[in-house]
């Protein structure tokens, strides 16, 4: 007796994407190629120990608004633009980000 995990199914745990699922598979010794796998009792607990070394979905959700947080505390660049709510990774904002602008016009 056996379950089947797809691989498709793992990856919409937030955290666990294509890349991250096919390590596990791999680790775990199955093919890549197959997109279900039936796993004895024995398995599941391999897949178990491998995805405690991960976070995901809470605790990492969690963990990105902690240094976030921090960022903004410690007035770092990428913090004090995550506060003015515009985009921090070297997008242009005189021609883009007319969403935020639009926003920003409303709530003043």
Same mark, same amino acid.
């Given at each position: 007796?056996? *379950?089947?995990?797809?691989?498709?199914s793992l990856t919409k745990v937030y955290g666990l994407g294509h !890349?991250?699922?096919?390590?596990? *598979?791999?680790? =775990?010794?199955?093919?890549?190629?197959?997109? %279900?796998?039936?796993?004895?009792?024995?398995?599941?607990?391999?897949?178990?120990?491998? +995805?405690? %070394?991960?976070?995901?979905?809470?605790?990492?959700?969690?963990?990105? #608004? #902690?240094? =976030?947080?921090?960022? =903004?505390?410690?007035?770092?660049?990428?913090?004090? #633009?995550? *506060? *003015?709510?515009?985009?921090?990774?070297?997008? #242009?904002?005189?021609? %883009?980000?007319?969403? +935020?602008?639009?926003?920003? !016009? !409303?709530?003043?």
């Open positions: 007796m056996g *379950f089947k995990i797809k691989k498709k !890349k991250k699922v096919s390590f596990i *598979f791999n680790e =775990i010794g199955a093919n890549n190629k197959k997109k %279900n796998l039936l796993f004895k009792f024995s398995g599941s607990k391999k897949i178990k120990t491998f +995805i405690k %070394n991960f976070s995901f979905s809470d605790t990492l959700k969690s963990k990105i #608004r #902690r240094v =976030i947080s921090n960022k =903004i505390k410690i007035k770092n660049y990428v913090g004090v #633009r995550h *506060f *003015f709510h515009y985009p921090c990774r070297g997008q #242009r904002t005189h021609t %883009n980000a007319k969403t +935020i602008k639009k926003s920003k !016009k !409303k709530n003043v």
